[in-house]
Structure formats: structure tokens, C-alpha cells
Nanobody, 114 residues
Framework: QVQLVESGGGFVQPGGSLTLSCAVS????????MGWYRQAPGKQRELVAT???????TYADSVKGRFAISRDNAKNTMYLQMNSLKPEDTAVYYC????????WGQGTQVTVSS
């Protein structure tokens, strides 16, 4: 079984920064492209960023230049550094595989507001 546990969310003012963490159980973490997703109330979950096993990254246009995805295979942990946060970034953030997906975790709430 693969378990995904997100953490690091919180309340931040526009222009602020947060770093999210995703702890991944199991020994398969390093073999899959991973991604960060987010879901706002009443909207579908959307892909925010991906990171391959070769450390290549992709980003949604809405976050490009502001967010940075990374992973530490030794710690089985993935991160999302979020800078210059905007109110429209408010959502529950999730991590999962990109093409191969496991059961979703609970996510971590990010609220950007003044």
C-alpha cells in the first residue's frame, strides 16, 4: 500500500510564501513521476506541478515562475515551495503519482487572504 500525507498548509497573506510537504510511504516513490494537485470548493482537482524521476519539472501556467516542486528520495518526501501567493491559489493541495495514482490523502489547506 502507498499512503500519501500532505502537510504545511496554512493561512497566508497575498504575496507570502509556504512550503508544502508530501510524505510517501512505501519503497516505490523514486520510480514514479509525482505531482501536486489542488482543488478549490466547487471545482475539479487540477494538476499544479509534476516532477519526474530524472528531476524534470512541469508547471501549470497559473503557477509557473512562482511555485517549485522538488523531491528527496532518501526521505520519501516531495515538496512544493510556493512564493508570491495569490488569493486564487486558495485550495486544498494534494500529492499523488502523475500517471499512476494511488488513494488520495486528506490534503492540506492553503488559504491566501488579507
Amino acid at each position: 500500500q502507498v499512503q500519501l500525507v500532505e502537510s504545511g498548509g496554512g493561512f497566508v497573506q497575498p504575496g507570502g510564501s509556504l512550503t508544502l510537504s508530501c510524505a510517501v510511504s512505501g519503497s516505490i516513490f523514486r520510480f514514479y513521476t509525482m505531482g501536486w494537485y489542488r482543488q478549490a470548493p466547487g471545482k475539479q482537482r487540477e494538476l499544479v506541478a509534476t516532477l519526474t524521476t530524472s528531476y524534470r519539472t512541469t508547471y501549470a501556467d497559473s503557477v509557473k515562475g512562482r511555485f517549485a516542486i522538488s523531491r528527496d528520495n532518501a526521505k520519501n518526501t516531495m515538496y512544493l515551495q510556493m512564493n508570491s501567493l495569490k488569493p486564487e491559489d486558495t485550495a486544498v493541495y494534494y500529492c499523488n503519482g502523475q500517471s499512476v495514482q494511488w488513494d488520495w490523502g486528506q490534503g492540506t489547506q492553503v488559504t491566501v487572504s488579507s
